[in-house]
């Protein structure tokens, strides 16, 4: 019997662990989105999607915001971060519909992820979700 309770403590490390670095995530990020600096321009689709396939696979992005323009369009923003070490991961997503955040919340939170920052706002067409997830 000790030698299961055993196993079974060596086992939760790693969880802790993982929330441990998470949570760092986590308070440090609205500490970094302060800083309005650190955000790219405002840019139209098009432009954003070549600016956020550019970025090197050292950083990620904490923030996408978006805002209608005039008509029928809708400009982006982002500030990346450097990620942190270890086995750290994201999922990013922007522009995508009511149903597609939700399919995405529920897939990712099953994974362990966790939601840091979402932003919704009202298009013509729509709701327009973006949202970063990170697990580590």
């Known amino acids: 019997m000790t030698g299961c309770a055993a196993a079974s403590h ?75 070490s270890g086995k750290f991961r994201f999922e990013s997503v922007y522009g995508i519909s009511d149903r597609d955040f939700e399919n995405m919340q529920a897939k990712l939170t099953g994974k362990r992820f966790v939601l840091i920052h979402h932003q919704k706002v009202m298009l013509i067409g729509g709701f327009s979700h973006q949202a970063t997830w990170v697990a580590q």
């Open 10 to 84: 060596v086992k939760r490390v790693p969880s802790v662990m993982r929330f441990i670095g998470l949570l760092i995530v986590i308070v440090w990020a609205p500490h970094v989105l302060a800083d309005e600096a650190r955000f790219s321009e405002w840019m139209e689709a098009s432009e954003f999607e070549v600016f956020y396939a550019s970025k090197p696979d050292t950083v990620y992005p904490v923030v996408i915001e978006a805002k209608p323009l005039l008509g029928d369009g809708v400009a982006f923003r982002v500030m990346f971060i450097e990620k942190p």
